[in-house]
């Protein structure tokens, strides 16, 4: 489902809405809310509405369980971190307890040993749900999401849950969830705004069926909903 919106303000807070409202059911059903946050700048606007005054009082933070869709193998303090990002604009901004925050990178461990140990702590925290109750994702120009880039073999992945691995062009380690797992959750939400989304986001949701070339076109919830919140200029109707 595709739902357009004149700008960022309004994506920001639709999608802000959409947090509370999943967190407040999750926590009256299941007495904990389950979610993955997103990186890069595109979320930015969404957390710091949450952290606000009108919007924080309204969700049990004690109860809320946070990790990432992906994350850059850089320390936790470089400007390149998903979860420098989300502590500044967020998480040290509302009352969560440390040990319900699953930062996605450990000093004095390769990537691939912390993946193994990412998805333990994410079975742990799931318990035999197995799902998360949300998932916030953005896309890239190139029509991937979280660190599923086009033509890697991380895309053909059907058993990890958490995947790491080099990415040649970037040079550098990237730690994703893998499709399988993002396809379990209860909710995915994708935003996407601006004209460089025009393309990709018309291949994605309407073009021939390719996730080598796009992958996000591998998300397909086998159970939940899949939501995309963009702007008239990514929609394509500006």
Same mark, same amino acid.
């Given at each position: 489902? #595709?739902q357009?919106?004149?700008?960022? $303000? ?9 947090f509370? @409202?999943? !967190?407040?059911?999750a926590i009256a059903e299941?007495?904990k809310?389950t979610v993955v946050?997103?990186?890069?700048s595109?979320?930015?606007?969404i957390?710091k509405l ?12 004690a109860?809320v ?5 992906d994350e850059?193998?850089v320390?936790?303090n ?5 979860a420098?990002?989300?502590?500044a604009?967020?998480l040290?901004?509302v009352? #969560?307890?440390k040990?319900n925050?699953? $930062?996605?990178y450990?000093?004095?461990?390769t990537?691939e040993?912390? @993946?193994v !140990? ?7 925290v799931?318990?035999d749900?197995?799902k998360f109750d949300l998932i916030?994702?953005g896309?890239g120009?190139d ?5 599923l ?6 895309l053909?992945?059907?058993?990890k849950?958490v995947?790491a691995y080099?990415?040649e062009?970037q040079k550098?380690?990237r ?5 399988p797992?993002?396809?379990?959750a209860?909710k995915?939400?994708v935003?996407?705004f ?7 986001l018309?291949?994605v949701?309407?073009?021939t069926y390719n996730p080598?070339?796009y992958?996000?076109?591998l998300?397909?919830?086998v159970?939940?909903?899949?939501l995309?919140?963009v702007d ?6 500006n």
């Amino acid at each position: 489902m #595709i739902q357009i919106y004149n700008n960022t $303000e309004e994506i920001n807070t639709a999608a802000a809405d959409l947090f509370v @409202a999943a !967190a407040q059911q999750a926590i009256a059903e299941r007495d904990k809310f389950t979610v993955v946050l997103t990186g890069g700048s595109s979320p930015a606007g969404i957390y710091k509405l949450l952290a606000s005054d009108d919007y924080k009082s309204k969700i049990d933070w004690a109860k809320v369980f946070i990790f990432w869709g992906d994350e850059r193998w850089v320390p936790l303090n470089d400007d390149l971190s998903n979860a420098k990002m989300s502590y500044a604009t967020l998480l040290s901004h509302v009352p #969560i307890p440390k040990s319900n925050i699953f $930062e996605m990178y450990k000093d004095g461990v390769t990537p691939e040993d912390y @993946a193994v !140990a990412y998805e333990a702590s994410i079975r742990k925290v799931l318990g035999d749900e197995e799902k998360f109750d949300l998932i916030l994702l953005g896309m890239g120009d190139d029509g991937h999401t979280a660190s599923l880039f086009p033509g890697e073999a991380v895309l053909e992945e059907q058993n990890k849950w958490v995947s790491a691995y080099y990415l040649e062009p970037q040079k550098m380690h990237r730690i994703t969830l893998t499709a399988p797992l993002i396809n379990k959750a209860h909710k995915i939400v994708v935003v996407a705004f601006g004209e460089k989304k025009i393309h990709a986001l018309k291949e994605v949701t309407t073009g021939t069926y390719n996730p080598t070339l796009y992958p996000m076109q591998l998300i397909k919830p086998v159970s939940g909903e899949l939501l995309f919140l963009v702007d008239k200029i990514a929609a394509g109707t500006n």
